[in-house]
């Protein structure tokens, strides 16, 4: 071992850092804060480890994604030129399998299946056993049996009942599924856990194998391990119980993919002898930063009691900004990111502006690309470049232009019609060599008209359903607004129902549609007189102006579950709303809310210098205007680390000093109910109707930050909304 490389342990580290090194034999948990250090200590700890004389290939790390393996093994590698073991659960996995799945009576070149291959081995099960699926039930098939793999849950184990599956029918399911793969001698991504845990458990040669092959384990993340990973490290270790994991249960933001974080959380519990290292001085933010979030996260009950520090100073205070809507909100982002790249000299690079939601991106992205500052989507894709919005948008360019074959090719069979993409195929090829609009080809088609192409009775009326559904919406584009013209556009064409067929995409893929809606109605408003010409154009270019020079510096838009493991000197977190952040789904849940609180926590703690939150007191949703009320979060943020802001100005002299501070504002202010205005044209106690929610009843009037607001519960889903007055398009029912 170099000197140098020890020297280096002695002088980078600080005390909790070098007692997580230095640490010998036996189980040791490290609770590592953010910025705290980790991967350094887990680097060091195996540098350590081999300076000791343990032979590298009894070392095993283990860490979640390729790109942190590789970064650690190079570390490694490079101070030792020794080769250690550093891998993902699943590389892990297929290691394993590819040695000792013989075992399991597999042969050694099994194949791998990916989402298309695991789909159409389900296909063929029903198939054969005669069961009757829609292509929904296949994906909800896929979705549990990965579910039940990764809680180590075998066919006898497998209950689907709560999702309308009857349990009889997902165990057979299962069962024969399995069957098959085993008969294709292959394998699914879930099985390079769920098998190797079946492997230690029924094959003693072989878990007395690996226990002797590794006699170190170094886990990384350990707070995002599932159950299959964690029973796959109880087992490894079990003989000689030397288990190094380090995580931090208060970043614990992956329930929705099966992290469990009571594995961390119970780690004393499972190894009562463990030694515990707190990693509490982070290197990366500055104390009102710091202060702020460990406040935030006291209030969760599930965590280990720890308290970052950081000896960068106080830095800046959190600035909180209150807006009246998502334009000022917008607008007050863009104006202090150009502040900071223009008077303090900071790259756009070095920006993030981290929202709960994707389809929250749209408004900044118009916003940015109306300001020209370059942007990049982390982690997803660009509003306008995605599937659901570019099929509607592609409906929308058939209503406007019967001409357009791109689009024809695009939805005539979306959802699925029952044309195949040859016979879409000789439909382009015919009205294009008749030199024929295709849509007034199809139409000709479908009433009898001479060509030399023919259809099925099938296909014909399949083309029928697509030529009326365009013709029908062509009708409304003078009748109504743009608004009604997207919405029926989704609401005709069923595309909610072929969105729902992906339930694991659907809640995003439907919010984006919302955004959409939201996005027409705010276009017309600012336009008089504006066509469905000019906003098919406008949006095109927009999509178009987001394919920005890859090299040229870019402010970075992501959610913040996309964020984990970065950091920014200068990071925004927008949208903070009740029923935004923390999202409506954690409302009954205190589990799901804590989770909500993390992600909070995590986002905050990404940033270096400057932080701001923001939130507004209404916002357009779906098209409807409606009250907001801040975030719970908000209340929790000490105000001495807080400084208030007050809406952007227009005039380019004022200074950002002065655009942004006023000492004068309360910290965070909640609207509370006052006797309703005599300009109310409802009372409480009225029964009204909304176009989108239903019948509703006013339970209460208030003057609000944003104006006049009706407190209405709707009897067709249960819910109690708050509706901006002047936005609202109430009717009295008498």
């Not at 280096?8 to 953010?34: K, M």
């Not at 549609?513 to 469905?532: C, D, P, Q, S, Y």
């Not at 010409?533 to 402010?555: N, T």
């Not at 339970?699 to 007055?725: C, H, M, N, P, W």
Request: proline share 3%.
């Amino acid at each position: 071992m170099a000197a140098h490389v020890m020297a280096q342990i002695e002088a980078g580290l600080n005390p909790p850092q070098r007692e997580a090194v230095e640490h010998d034999q036996g189980p040791l948990l490290v609770l590592a804060g953010a910025g705290s250090g980790k991967t350094r200590v887990v680097t060091f700890r195996i540098i350590r480890l081999l300076e000791r004389g343990v032979d590298p290939h009894r070392i095993l790390a283990v860490t979640f994604t390729n790109k942190a393996a590789g970064e650690m093994r190079n570390r490694v590698a490079n101070a030792t030129q020794a080769d250690v073991l550093v891998s993902t659960f699943h590389s892990l996995g297929a290691r394993m399998l590819r040695e000792s799945i013989h075992h399991l009576s597999y042969r050694r070149d099994f194949t791998i299946y990916d989402e298309e291959d695991v789909e159409r081995v389900i296909k063929g099960c029903a198939d054969d056993m005669g069961l009757a699926v829609e292509r929904s039930d296949i994906k909800k098939f896929r979705l549990l049996i990965s579910k039940a793999k990764n809680a180590l849950q075998s066919p006898d184990e497998f209950d689907v009942g709560e999702r309308g599956l009857s349990a009889e029918r997902g165990q057979s399911i299962y069962r024969a599924y399995t069957q098959r793969l085993f008969q294709f001698n292959a394998v699914d991504f879930d099985d390079l856990l769920f098998l190797p845990v079946r492997l230690l458990k029924e094959c003693p040669e072989v878990l007395e194998y690996y226990q002797q092959r590794w006699h170190y384990l170094l886990i990384d993340e350990y707070q995002d391990t599932n159950q299959a990973q964690y029973e796959l490290i109880r087992l490894l270790v079990a003989q000689r119980r030397n288990l190094c994991v380090v995580g931090d249960p208060d970043q614990s933001i992956y329930s929705w993919r099966g992290a469990e974080i009571r594995n961390i959380l119970d780690f004393q519990q499972d190894y009562p002898d463990a030694k515990v290292v707190r990693l509490e001085q982070n290197y990366r933010s500055t104390t009102h930063i710091l202060d702020a979030a460990n406040a935030l996260i006291s209030n969760n009950t599930s965590r280990f009691e720890k308290n970052l520090w950081s000896a960068l100073g106080a830095g800046e205070k959190i600035g909180l900004f209150t807006g009246q809507d998502d334009a000022e909100e917008t607008a007050f982002v863009a104006r202090c990111i150009r502040h900071h790249r223009d008077k303090e000299g900071i790259n756009l690079n070095d920006m993030v502006v981290f929202y709960r939601t994707n389809f929250q991106s749209r408004a900044f992205e118009d916003r940015f690309l109306a300001a020209r500052i370059p942007y990049v989507i982390v982690g997803g894709v660009s509003f306008y470049q995605r599937r659901e919005v570019k099929d509607i948008m592609a409906y929308l360019r058939m209503v406007h232009s019967g001409s357009d074959m791109v689009s024809f090719e695009r939805t005539v069979n979306l959802p699925k019609r029952g044309l195949g993409a040859q016979t879409v195929e000789k439909i382009r090829s015919a009205a294009m060599a008749e030199h024929v609009a295709i849509l007034d080809f199809c139409r000709g088609l479908v009433k009898g008209a001479q060509t030399h192409l023919t259809l099925t009775a099938k296909q014909k009326g399949a083309l029928k359903g697509y030529v009326d559904i365009i013709d029908e919406l062509r009708q409304l584009v003078d009748k109504g607004t743009l608004k009604s013209l997207v919405q029926a556009v989704i609401d005709k064409t069923s595309y909610m129902a072929y969105l729902n067929l992906e339930e694991e995409t659907y809640a995003d893929r439907s919010a984006n549609l919302e955004e959409l809606v939201t996005k027409a109605h705010e276009w017309e408003h600012e336009r008089v007189n504006g066509t469905l010409g000019e906003f098919l154009e406008e949006l095109s270019l927009k999509a178009s102006l987001d394919e920005v020079d890859p090299l040229q510096p870019r402010v970075s838009l992501m959610t913040i579950h996309s964020g984990k493991g970065l950091e920014f000197p200068v990071a925004f977190l927008v949208g903070m709303e009740e029923d935004l952040f923390p999202h409506i789904n954690s409302r009954d849940s205190d589990t799901a809310l804590e989770e909500e609180r993390r992600l909070c926590y995590v986002g905050m703690t990404r940033a270096q210098k400057y932080l701001y939150i923001t939130h507004v007191r209404s916002r357009t949703l779906w098209g409807t205007r409606r009250a907001m009320y801040p975030s719970r979060f908000l209340k929790e943020l000490p105000r001495e680390h807080c400084r208030p802001l007050r809406e952007p100005m227009s005039s380019a002299s004022t200074s950002h000093k002065e655009v942004m501070e006023d000492e004068a504002d309360e910290h965070v202010v909640y609207d509370e109910p006052v006797r309703a205005s005599t300009s109310s044209a409802f009372k409480a106690g009225d029964v009204v109707f909304h176009r989108e929610f239903g019948i509703g009843t006013i339970e209460s009037i208030y003057e609000g930050g944003a104006g006049l607001t009706y407190k209405v519960f709707f009897s067709k889903d249960g819910q109690t909304r708050s509706l901006i007055a002047k936005f609202s398009s109430l009717s009295l029912l008498k």
